[in-house]
């Protein structure tokens, strides 16, 4: 009788010392982990990225504030995705790399929704951004503009972008759906692995929306401008022009690198979903992770080394570059460099004709050497 009531009052102990324990109550479950060399590689990665991922980034910003001649309506966009990227390793990089430094996630159910919020929030600013600058690519030298730039489409575009992915990120922390952790267990991202009708439709719109058609935009402009590029290369290049172009391959291969990026993990988590359970193991689902996460290192790198306005701007911030004759030009006027698109009606063919402003021309003619070897205006 009395052994019965030990065990009795054991069993009850156990129950309630499970129901009062915090980090069994908030901590959402993980099935499996990685060994402990793991989890000490994965924060290498993560606070590899977590470093250079915000200073690469907070350098652009620096830029775009100290040099006015990178104000202009096109860097808006490039502006909004070093924004994202930098409060991603900010506000989100962060949290992983202190929960893989010690094996588990740290902030429980609250901060697994604040973190995959914040990261599903941000990738989708970078992404809409990106179709926004291939259609601002293809408008530019496909369609004539007379009134030259304007800073009133892209901030409108820049806000646009993030009223998009508010829209498509917000419905999981009201009901549809959930944030959960992923992979290590030291992440959070949409709840891949639930297995319900309702989870499954926010899942497949979330891709149809925020990764499908804006990847089908992109390759129609970009596949559009190629084609009118490869048809006018007999035309004479001008200065002007060949900016253009430069301007158009830096975005086509910011586009390629975000790809690249993230359709790993897209298909991952697309085999999480519609798959056999656990046929993700976390290693194989870490390194998709960390591919996507890698995105915000490599962006303001392409922005600084492929433009040649970023990278005469970056050298004169850090003092590696003296102005002289031989560096060439600083900036080339091509606000009316335009390719007009004509379809002949009595054939299938499309004849591309390169139309340069005579006032832009005369400008530049006119203009003396040394003002065009001046460095870039920097405020004080």
Not at 100 to 117: K, V
Not at 298 to 307: F, R, T, V
Not at 355 to 365: C, E, G, V
């Amino acid at each position: 009788m009395d052994l019965r009531m030990l065990s009795g009052q054991a069993a009850l102990n156990y129950s309630f010392n499970l129901t009062e324990d915090p980090e069994q109550v908030d901590t959402p479950t993980v099935p499996e982990t990685l060994s402990p060399t793991g989890f000490v590689v994965l924060s290498v990665f993560l606070g590899f990225i977590m470093t250079f991922g915000f200073l690469n980034n907070f350098i652009v910003l620096i830029l775009f504030c100290k040099f006015k001649k990178l104000r202009t309506p096109v860097n808006m966009l490039l502006l909004n995705i070093s924004v994202s990227d930098m409060l991603v390793c900010l506000f989100g990089t962060t949290l992983s790399f202190a929960s893989s430094i010690r094996g588990r996630w740290l902030l429980g159910r609250s901060g697994c929704s604040w973190y995959g919020f914040i990261n599903s929030c941000f990738g989708i600013v970078s992404l809409i951004s990106l179709v926004i600058l291939s259609y601002d690519r293809y408008s530019t030298l496909t369609v004539y503009n007379k009134r030259g730039p304007s800073y009133r489409k892209p901030l409108l575009a820049v806000g646009g972008s993030w009223l998009y992915s508010l829209f498509w990120t917000v419905p999981p922390l009201l009901g549809w759906s959930s944030y959960d952790t992923e992979g290590a267990g030291t992440s959070c991202s949409v709840s891949w692995t639930l297995r319900s009708a309702q989870s499954h439709a926010y899942i497949i719109c979330l891709f149809i929306f925020c990764l499908g058609l804006p990847v089908l935009v992109m390759i129609y402009c970009y596949s559009r401008l190629l084609l009118a590029v490869k048809q006018v290369g007999k035309i004479r290049k001008t200065a002007a022009r060949r900016r253009e172009y430069h301007i158009l391959f830096m975005v086509l291969t910011t586009a390629a690198c975000y790809l690249l990026c993230w359709m790993p993990y897209g298909v991952v988590a697309m085999m999480a979903t519609f798959g056999p359970p656990n046929i993700i193991s976390p290693v194989a689902s870490v390194v998709p992770s960390l591919l996507a996460k890698s995105s915000t290192v490599i962006n303001p790198l392409i922005y600084i080394l492929m433009n040649k306005q970023f990278y005469r701007c970056f050298l004169v911030l850090f003092h590696c570059n003296h102005w002289s004759a031989e560096n060439g030009n600083t900036s080339m006027p091509s606000k009316t460099t335009v390719i007009q698109l004509n379809r002949r009606v009595y054939s299938n063919t499309v004849a591309c004709t390169a139309q340069i402003s005579n006032a832009t021309l005369n400008q530049f003619s006119s203009t003396p050497a040394s003002k065009r070897t001046n460095p870039p205006e920097a405020t004080t």
